[in-house]
Nanobody
Framework: QVQLVESGGGLVQAGDSLRLSCAAS????????VGWFRQAPGKEREFVAS????????VYADSVKGRFTISRDNAKNTVYLQMNSLKPEDTAVYSC??????????????WGKGTQVTVSS
């Protein structure tokens, strides 16, 4: 079992930065790939970024490439999402998820409850 708790969301202005954290329980955290997803009101959940268990592989949605960076510290059981140059369209609830493989992230069995990010124009 893996339990995930997100933090770091908030209200910022366009162009600002935020860093989200996804803290995980469990001694085998490094064996899980972790992804960030977001869901805006009235929209489908969408993939944002993911990182392999060892941190050597990352994947990004085209909409965030060059602005967001995913990283992890397995010693702290935490995955981060550094978000720069935020835009109003980045406003959403951001959730992290854990899966055994990057390729199965969309079917991840473990999910956090999410943290709200609001970007004002």
């Amino acid at each position: 079992q893996v339990q995930l708790v997100e933090s770091g969301g908030g209200l910022v202005q366009a162009g600002d930065s935020l860093r989200l954290s996804c803290a995980a329980s469990g001694r085998t955290f490094s064996s899980y790939a972790v992804g960030w997803f977001r869901q805006a009101p009235g929209k489908e959940r969408e993939f944002v970024a993911s990182i392999s268990g060892g941190g050597g592989s990352t994947v990004y949605a085209d909409s965030v490439k060059g602005r967001f960076t995913i990283s992890r510290d397995n010693a702290k059981n935490t995955v981060y999402l550094q978000m720069n140059s935020l835009k109003p369209e980045d406003t959403a609830v951001y959730s992290c998820a854990a899966a055994t493989m990057l390729a199965t992230m969309n079917q991840a069995p473990y999910w956090g409850k999410g943290t709200q990010v609001t970007v004002s124009s």
